[in-house]
């Protein structure tokens, strides 16, 4: 599956640089961005939603001892 999500994200760039390109000198370029950021967001979601999905409690685990250990080097 993480293929699969890194294809999709190969070819979103891609096609988001070809649009970059064409607007490139062309008023309206903040909505293509726009769409840009939504369209990476929302492969991100996707991908973080799969390994969630596989194995979220490890992955809950590992974010809480990374946290415990920094809020503790943080005290001294």
Partial sequence: ??????????????????????????????????????GIVVTLLAAIGRAFDSNGERIGEAAVQTLTNWVSSLGG
Avoid: C, F, P
């Fill in 1 to 38: 599956m993480a293929d699969l999500t890194l294809t999709a994200y190969v070819w979103l760039q891609t096609k988001l640089h070809t649009l970059r390109a064409a607007a490139e000198n062309e008023e309206g370029l903040s909505s293509v961005e726009w769409v840009a950021l939504i």
